[in-house]
């Protein structure tokens, strides 16, 4: 692995100094450039060169897991098991841009409305679409002001069947993505559990009337419990920390654009999740869909 460093770098770095520092002697560097490579080096080239397709294709957001599920799942590629990876993103300088941890936030409660009891009660499993959907709202930096995005979530797939973002934090930006979620999914009346923190815009008459007249069941986080809706706060921090902190925006339509890429290009189409068994929200839905025609 020493020798075949050097003779990467060896455009750029004098070759004695490189075996010093590396200690190894230039006798043998020199011999295994002249010798054909090993079975082992092949394997080990077509494993970097691999890694770092995953890797590029998929924003540089991937880790050592996902990358080596995309391995497993692409004919292609090489294969490599997680630990594999690991080591050859190491000895390539990848890393993957998502470095913090997740950390729910949470939303104080609106003391004039009166909430929803919590029917969710953290139960963030669904046996079919539509069947449980969580919502949120957050907010992005722009060179112009702040802009919100709002956004619904199904659990059963953690698709996101609906978003919206506006410069006002003002009830219309949720109930636009509640509509989309509708127009898009076209649940069935009285099967819908629909579950939000306890936000003015979610306890507004217009929009518990917009529930209701849906016979869509209404379910809201305890005062103070953010991991009540952790969910959909854990797709805010995916959005942000494997994409939008990592671009500026100029204001709102050019976050607006960004955003679209994020949710309806990669998130729902190509982004693998762990909880999916390292599917695609589309993949997994297009599955269920011919198990239930069956």
Not at 35 to 54: F, M, N
Not at 222 to 245: I, P
Request: positive net charge; glycine residues 4%; contains cysteine.
């Amino acid at each position: 692995m020493k020798y075949a460093w050097i003779s990467e770098h060896r455009d750029s770095f004098p070759v004695a100094l490189m075996c010093q520092l590396l200690q190894v002697s230039r006798s043998g560097y020199y011999d295994s450039v002249d010798r054909p490579r090993s079975k082992r080096a092949k394997r080990t080239a077509k494993i970097h060169a691999s890694v770092r397709q995953v890797f590029e294709q998929h924003h540089t957001i991937y880790g050592p897991a996902k990358i080596a599920e995309q391995l497993q799942q692409r004919e292609e590629l090489e294969t490599a098991c997680r630990n594999t990876v690991a080591r050859a993103m190491k000895e390539m300088g990848l890393k993957s841009r998502v470095r913090k941890r997740f950390t729910p936030t949470t939303t104080k409660a609106d003391p004039s409305k009166r909430p929803a009891p919590n029917v969710l009660d953290r139960d963030f499993d669904a046996e079919r679409p539509n069947q449980k959907w969580v919502t949120d709202i957050t907010y992005l930096p722009t060179l112009a002001g702040w802009v919100y995005v709002a956004v619904v979530v199904d659990l059963f797939s953690r698709k996101v069947v609906g978003w919206s973002m506006s410069h006002s934090l003002a009830t219309p930006l949720v109930s636009d993505a509640l509509r989309q979620a509708i127009e898009s999914r076209r649940p069935q009346r009285g099967e819908l559990l629909h579950h939000s923190d306890r936000g003015c815009q979610y306890t507004s008459e217009s929009y518990q009337r917009t529930l209701q007249t849906l016979g869509i069941e209404c379910s809201m986080s305890r005062r103070g419990n953010c991991y009540d809706n952790a969910v959909a706060e854990r797709f805010f921090w995916s959005l942000k920390h494997e994409w939008t902190k990592h671009y500026e925006y100029a204001d709102l339509e050019s976050a607006r654009l960004s955003v679209f890429k994020y949710i309806e290009v990669f998130y729902n189409r190509q982004r693998l999740h762990q909880s999916l068994g390292y599917k695609t929200p589309e993949a997994f839905e297009a599955e269920y869909a011919p198990a239930v025609a069956a």
